[in-house]
T-cell receptor, first 114, second 115 residues
Framework: AQSVAQPEDQVNVAEGNPLTVKCTYS??????LFWYVQYPNRGLQFLLK??????LVKGSYGFEAEFNKSQTSFHLKKPSALVSDSALYFC????????????FGSGTRLQVQP | DGGITQSPKYLFRKEGQNVTLSCEQN?????MYWYRQDPGQGLRLIYY???????QKGDIAEGYSVSREKKESFPLTVTSAQKNPTAFYLC??????????????FGPGTRLTVL
C-alpha cells in the first residue's frame, strides 16, 4: 500500500524568507506526486505535480518542488514567502494501478509572519 | 474551485437522518470522487466513479452511498449508519479515465454537522 508522510504539523517562516514544506512517500512503481493548498473552509487548489522528467517542478504562485527518488521525498519550496501563502498544504501520491486514487498526507499548516 | 459546485455549504443533520450532499461539475470530466476531511488526518476516499452508472467503494465507504446517473452529477448520501459523520466533505473530478495522470479538481466543500 502506498503512503505519504508530512512530518511537520506546522511550519513558521518570516515573510521574505525561503520556505520548505516536507513530504516523503512510499509507493510501488513510479511515483506520481502532487501538492495542493487549502485556505480555510475552501476546497483544495492544485499547485504542481511530478510525473516524469526534471526533478525540479515549477508550479503556481511561485512554488516549486524537488523530487528526490533516492530519498523518496517531494519537498515543496518557495524562495520568498508571502503572508498570503499562509494556508494548509497537502502532499499526495497517485496509485499506479486499479482505481488510481490519490493518497494524501495529513497536511502541514504554513504560517508566514509579517 | 472553478467548474465544480457543491451544495449546501453547511448542513446540519439530526441523529437517524439521511442527508444528501450535491456535487455538480461542468468540466466534462469522466471521473469523480468523494473525500472526507477530518482535522489532522488529511483526506480519505469514500467513493469514486470512473464513468456514468458505475461507482466503486473507497477506503471508508461504510455508512455512505452514491449514484452516478449523469456525467456531471455525483451525489453523496450520508446514511444513519454512519456513526461519526461530522466532517468536511470534498468532491473532486479529473479529466479522462482514472488511468490518466491529470490532477484532480476540487469543489468548495460541504461542512456537515450532526446535532
Amino acid at each position: 500500500a502506498q503512503s505519504v508522510a508530512q512530518p511537520e504539523d506546522q511550519v513558521n517562516v518570516a515573510e521574505g524568507n525561503p520556505l520548505t514544506v516536507k513530504c516523503t512517500y512510499s509507493v510501488s512503481g513510479n511515483p506520481y506526486l502532487f501538492w495542493y493548498v487549502q485556505y480555510p473552509n475552501r476546497g483544495l487548489q492544485f499547485l504542481l505535480k511530478y510525473i516524469t522528467g526534471d526533478n525540479l517542478v515549477k508550479g503556481s504562485y511561485g512554488f516549486e518542488a524537488e523530487f528526490n527518488k533516492s530519498q523518496t521525498s517531494f519537498h515543496l519550496k518557495k524562495p520568498s514567502a508571502l503572508v498570503s501563502d499562509s494556508a494548509l498544504y497537502f502532499c499526495a501520491v497517485r496509485e499506479n494501478t486499479g482505481r488510481r486514487a490519490l493518497t494524501f498526507g495529513s497536511g502541514t499548516r504554513l504560517q508566514v509572519q509579517p | 474551485d472553478g467548474g465544480i459546485t457543491q451544495s449546501p455549504k453547511y448542513l446540519f443533520r439530526k441523529e437517524g437522518q439521511n442527508v444528501t450532499l450535491s456535487c455538480e461539475q461542468n468540466l466534462n470530466h469522466d471521473a469523480m470522487y468523494w473525500y472526507r476531511q477530518d482535522p489532522g488526518q488529511g483526506l480519505r476516499l469514500i467513493y469514486y466513479s470512473q464513468i456514468v452508472n458505475d461507482f466503486q467503494k473507497g477506503d471508508i465507504a461504510e455508512g455512505y452511498s452514491v449514484s452516478r446517473e449523469k456525467k456531471e452529477s455525483f451525489p453523496l448520501t450520508v446514511t444513519s449508519a454512519q456513526k461519526n459523520p461530522t466532517a468536511f466533505y470534498l468532491c473532486a473530478s479529473t479529466p479522462g479515465t482514472t488511468s490518466s495522470y491529470n490532477e484532480q479538481f476540487f469543489g468548495p466543500g460541504t461542512r456537515l454537522t450532526v446535532l
